[in-house]
């Protein structure tokens, strides 16, 4: 059974840079046919899709948050972290890590495994 | 990019059918059979109910079927239980090669 679990820290100051680690177990990243990816969620509020890396190198991020975001994948840990930077208060939210299957010419899947989630606070 | 729109709130009775749609644009919902449900409980991560419109992953209730028609999605429940009350949003792939999620929608079982 495929499990992704979160980590990272819990509060970040204005300015600097959020990093979050997604530890996959139970299959690989390498797995040709998956992205991995990063989705969060203000408090009280609805889901934003971050972005999604795959290991062949194809990388797709949400246009508002591109300047600011990266998605990285490290086979030899079985890890994909986010990181974005110069963050505010309006990053704070709840940051899942997920796993989507590539689309074929005739599907696209959905997101179909979650880790539990992590609450990352902005604040000085 | 906006979030598709969605209802704030649907209710019915236990075993009645209520329908939660999701509105986008030809960019999007319209453009591309690619639409996707999420069901979420209080503090819990999101669940995929139903993807590429219509098809359910295996071990989702045969309950929940999902359409679309022009700019709008679909999600129906069928013969409502308690446990089908949460929060559930819609998404779909974009022109962009992205990924759009909807505001989400508070299913209230009364």
């Known amino acids: 059974q495929l499990q992704l679990q979160e980590s990272g820290p819990g509060l970040v100051k204005p300015s600097e840079t959020l990093s979050l680690t997604c530890t996959v177990s139970g299959g690989s990243i390498s797995s040709s046919p998956y992205y991995w990816g990063w989705i969060r969620q203000p408090p009280g509020k609805g889901l934003e899709w971050i972005g999604i890396s795959r290991y062949s190198g194809s990388t797709y991020y949400n246009p508002p948050l591109q300047s600011r975001v990266s998605i990285s994948l490290d086979t030899s840990k079985n890890q994909f972290a986010l990181r974005l930077t110069s963050v505010t208060a309006a990053d704070t939210a709840v940051y899942y890590c997920a796993r989507k299957r590539a689309c074929s010419s005739s599907s696209c899947y959905g997101f179909d495994y979650w880790g539990q989630g992590t609450l990352v606070t902005v604040s000085s | 990019q906006s979030a598709l729109t969605q209802p704030a709130s649907v209710s019915g009775s236990p075993g009645q059918s209520i329908t939660i749609s999701c509105t986008g644009t030809s960019s999007d919902v319209g453009g591309y059979n690619y639409v996707s449900w999420y069901q979420q409980h209080p503090g819990k991560a999101p669940k995929l109910m139903i993807y590429d419109v219509s098809n359910r992953p295996s071990g989702v209730s045969n309950r929940f079927s999902g359409s679309k028609s022009g700019n709008t999605a679909s999600l129906t429940i069928s013969g409502l239980q308690s446990e089908d009350e949460a929060d559930y949003y819609c998404?779909?792939?974009?022109?962009?090669?992205?990924?759009?999620f909807g505001g989400g929608t508070k299913l209230t079982v009364l």
């Open positions: 998404s779909s792939y974009t022109s962009s090669d992205t990924w759009l």
